[in-house]
């Protein structure tokens, strides 16, 4: 068996999967082969139990990652999907005063419907301020602390997958 039946991965993503070869030991003696039906989608680099998968493909493509041990398989279905669009929460923070702090979180909109925290992601958002000396900003992911440290304007951004959101503050 393996530890996941199905996975969902942005493009360039990479995560693990494991296989559980039962009854335990049954593997001795025996090779442990991962293939990819679809290489240009999903690479499989195995390792004994554990793979190592890479979404190589475009959204919306789709590959199947088989382990193989004796009289033993498994599959794992793999869906490569990419940032659709981005939202930010609150999108305008006005009347902050100096010192005063607020949180930012970003929402994924994701290609072919997936739901936003079931998708396996590449990397982080980023996020920046285009004035550090009226607002900083501190975060990686899916939150960023705004600080206001001077009077005016400035605009935050988030920007991951190629798309970006910005928030007025």
Known sequence: TLDQTALV???????NLTAAILPEGAEAGKEITWTSDKPGVAVVT??????????????GETAVITVACGDQSASCNVTVTRVKS???????????MIGD???????????????D????EKDAAVWSSDDESVVKVTGN????????VGAG????????????????V
């Open 117 to 120: 925290g079931t998708v396996i």
């Open 86 to 96: 981005l939202n930010v929460t609150p999108d305008s923070l006005n009347e902050m």
């Open 101 to 115: 702090k607020e949180t930012l979180t970003l929402q994924v909109t994701w290609e072919n419907d997936q739901k």
């Open 153 to 168: 304007t400035a605009n935050v951004k988030a920007e991951k997958g190629g798309k970006s959101v910005i928030c007025e």
């Open 9 to 15: 991965m942005e493009e360039g993503a990479e995560t």
């Open 141 to 148: 992911g899916k939150t960023a602390e705004v600080e206001a």
């Open 46 to 59: 195995g390792n004994g139990k554990t793979a190592v998968i890479t979404a190589a493909g475009k959204s």
